[in-house]
Every structure is written in C-alpha cells, then in structure tokens.
C-alpha cells in the first residue's frame, strides 16, 4: 500500500510538472503570434536570445523589406526622424544605415523597438520588446510599470537610447569583416572585441567572434580557452563550451580538468587518462594560470588603447590604473605561493603556469626583484623554467641598479636599447639562454 501510495505521489507530480512546462510553451507561442502581428511587415525566420534584459528576437528576410522606418540611425550615432513635417522616409535602406520602427500598444501595455539592417540586398535584424507585467505573460512581464502610459515617456526614451548603443554595436561588428588572426597582436584585439560584446550582452555575436580568435592555435592564450567555456556556460550555450574545451585539449597534452567535479561529462574520460599520467596540483595550476591571464589581459588591454586612442587620456589613464592594480595583487598572490610552496615545480603545475611566476617579477619593484632572483636560480637549475626568463630578470635588475646590461632585453626611456655589457659577445650569451641574435649590434 505504501508503494501503492509513492507512486500515486510521483505520478500526480510528473503530471503536474508536465501541466507547467505545457503552459509556459502556450504562453511563449502566445507572446510570439501577439508581437509578430504588430510588426508592419512580416519575417520569414526568427530566433530567441535565451537570456538578456528584453525580450529579445534577431529576425531575417530572404529579400529587401521597404516598409517605412520611423527613425534612421546614422553611423556617427544621430537619429534622423522620419516624416516629420516634411521630410519624407528614405526611399531605399543603405547599408551603413540602420532603420528603426518603435511601436507602442496600449491593449498590451508594450513598446516594441525593431532595428533592420540591409546585409547583401537583404533584412536581417533585432526585436526588443518592452513588456509590462501583465497576467497574459508572465514570464514575459519585465516591467512592473506601464510601458505604454504618455506619463512614463522618458523613461522609456532612456531605454531605447540604450538600445540605439546596442545597435550601433551590432553594426560596427557584422561591418568588421572579421578573420582568423594573423598575428598576435589581431588575436588580441578579437578576444577584446568579443569580452566587450559579451559584457553588452550581445552572446550570438561574442560567440562568433570568440570561434575566430581561436581559430588559429598559433596564437591562443590556452587558460582564455576555459574563461571562455565558463563564459559561454553562464549563458547556456553547452556546445560552445564544449568546442572551447575540445580545442584546449588539443592545444595542450597535459590539460585535463578534475574528472569528478568537470561538468564537461564528454571529456570525463580524456581528463581520468591524463589525471593518472600527470598528477598536477589543479588548484595551484589554475591559481597560476589565472594570475598570468590577468597580467597579460589587462597590461595588453592598455598598450593597445594607448597605441590605437592616444588622444583619450582619460580612458587609457584608467586601464593604466587598472594594469597597476592587477600587478599589485598579482604580486601578492605570488608572494603567498613562494612563501607557502616555494617556487611551483614544473611537475606539479606545468610549464606554462609556472612561468606566471617569472612574468609578474618582471613587473615588481627591484626590492622583489632581487629577493626572488635567488628562487629563479634555483628553478632554472632544477629544468622548472627556461634560462630565458633568469636572463630577461638579470638584465632589468642590472639596468635598474645603474650597470650595463649581458643579454640586451631591456630598452631605455627612449625606446633605445640600454648600454650592454659587451657588444661583441651578447648574441653568444643570447644564444645559450634561447634568444635570438640582436641586429646591427654596435662593436
């Protein structure tokens, strides 16, 4: 009887959680049909965002839609109105152009913004709806105010003033004619690119222009390949995780997540045969690799504002703050690591995330500088890290303190190398550290 009894219980809620998940599919369909038929023309494809503040679907056309636009974004940013007082709608769509419809719906307490843009003699485009919450959509009712109401005017002007930065977003990125990197400096300004699209919550964008930064395994960053997969996790989208982490184990032959605790339950099996071969301290090793993604990420992220936006002192002087704050707590963090671990062994961590250590040293002051030079003497002499990061170290501490430099890494004030040690020798020292011959050296 009292199995009798269980299975009563878990039937009527099977049926239960089915009567929800039919509701909520009636009530999408509703909001669907009830917005597509206050559009003033019609679209042969549409696709929801999964997540995001609005209600939000991109939409698309085999052919050209001419239907009147109300407004007309311009690439500068400024609206031009259209068919105020004389000034008629544009005849035909250009393509640097964006077309905006907005229409309001008492009935439904709703606002709809549609944006189109002309993509190869076609439209293509987003809806944002701006719904009030209304019993008929409850999922759906973002706003607890009424959209619709002449009283909340501005309000709701602030918003679609909002979207209007979207947009132009949207069209500085499908304008871009974005490729596969061909150097690093090209890989980096994509990852940037696609952080701040992802940070505007434009995820289909992010995501195409992340698949191209990654495109070319010459020049991947390999921990941005899991910040990624998280990234791509947070939004729902499994499959773009998924390829991330794919490409990362690929990239490296000694990756591999915790088996137990990865949600990447595909790759469980890869992860358990390189956690038996490897044996790595995970936590330090993501620590490490977390610190050196910092460090390169934010410093890069200033030189490059810098070099492109020389006139925007105020910008390129917050990423300069913000480069100095990542290397203070950088530093921090490594001083606790050497204090608790010593220097991280290659074979508890990996080549790449122990060389986080020597990168954040090339960035402290002389006083760290001189004290963590003896550790990295020790490390080089261990195999734990290449002799080129103890030459690059030498070489910044002897410029600091005044002397000549052996390996000539360093460069001055000017942009001119600093003075060498022994002109007629340094690309023998440079050598047998692994770096490369130095060109019209001075005897």
């Known amino acids: 009887m009292k199995n009798d009894s269980t299975i009563l219980i878990l039937l009527v809620l099977a049926l239960t959680l089915v009567g929800c998940k039919t509701n909520h599919i009636a009530e999408q369909q509703r909001f669907e049909r009830s917005v597509l038929k206050e559009l003033p023309f019609s679209v042969d494809s549409i696709s929801w965002f999964a997540s995001g503040d609005l209600p939000t679907f991109r939409f698309a056309n085999a052919n ?10 311009r690439p500068d940013g400024d609206y031009w109105i259209c068919n ?34 002309l993509r190869q003699g076609r439209t293509v485009g987003y809806c944002y709806v701006l ?9 759906y009712g973002t706003f607890h105010w009424d959209v619709s109401d002449s009283r909340n005017i501005e309000m709701v002007g602030e918003m679609l003033n909002d979207l209007k930065e979207l947009a132009l977003k949207r069209r ?15 890989y980096w300004k994509m990852i940037f690119h696609a952080d701040s699209l992802f940070d505007a919550r434009l995820y289909d964008e992010a995501c195409q222009v992340y698949a191209l930064a990654f495109s070319d395994d010459r020049y991947i960053l390999p921990s941005q390949l899991s ?8 939004i729902g989208n499994s499959q773009a995780a998924l390829t991330c982490m794919r490409c990362r184990l690929a990239l490296e032959k000694d990756f591999y997540e915790d088996p137990l605790t990865s949600p990447y339950e595909e790759l469980s099996d890869s992860f358990e045969v390189r956690s038996r071969q490897w044996h790595y301290d995970l936590e330090l090793k993501n620590t ?7 460090d390169q990420y934010d410093r890069l992220l200033w030189s490059q504002a810098v070099k492109n936006n020389p006139g925007d002192t105020e910008r390129n002087e917050r990423l ?26 290659k074979e508890s961590v990996g080549d790449f995330a122990n060389q986080a250590v020597c990168l954040v040293f090339q960035h402290a002051n002389l006083d760290y500088q001189k004290r963590f030079l003896p550790q990295l003497e020790a490390a080089v002499s261990r195999g734990d890290i290449a002799p080129v990061f103890l030459a690059l170290l030498r070489d910044r501490i002897d410029v600091r303190e005044g002397r000549p430099q052996r390996y000539g890494t360093q460069i001055d004030d000017k942009g001119n190398l600093a003075p060498l040690l022994d002109a007629s020798r340094v690309n023998q020292w440079r050598q047998e550290v692994g770096l490369p011959a130095l060109e019209q050296v001075g005897e």
């Open 64 to 73: 050209y839609v001419n239907a009147s636009p109300d407004a007309e974004i």
């Open 288 to 294: 490490l690799e977390s610190i050196f993604e910092r």
């Open 131 to 139: 719904q009030s919450e209304r019993k008929e959509y409850p999922t």
């Open 227 to 234: 910040t990624t997969a998280n990234k791509m996790s947070s």
């Open 320 to 345: 300069a703050r913000r480069a100095l704050m990542t290397d203070s707590l950088n530093l921090v963090l490594v001083g606790d690591i050497l204090s608790q671990y010593g220097f991280p062994r």
């Open 172 to 186: 500085r990125r499908t304008k871009a004619n974005l490729a596969s990197p061909a150097s690093q400096d090209e």
């Open 84 to 117: 105020m007082f004389d000034a008629g709608p544009p005849a035909h769509q250009a393509e640097e152009n964006i077309w905006r419809n907005v229409l309001v719906s008492h009935k439904n307490q709703r606002v709809v913004c549609i944006d189109r843009y």
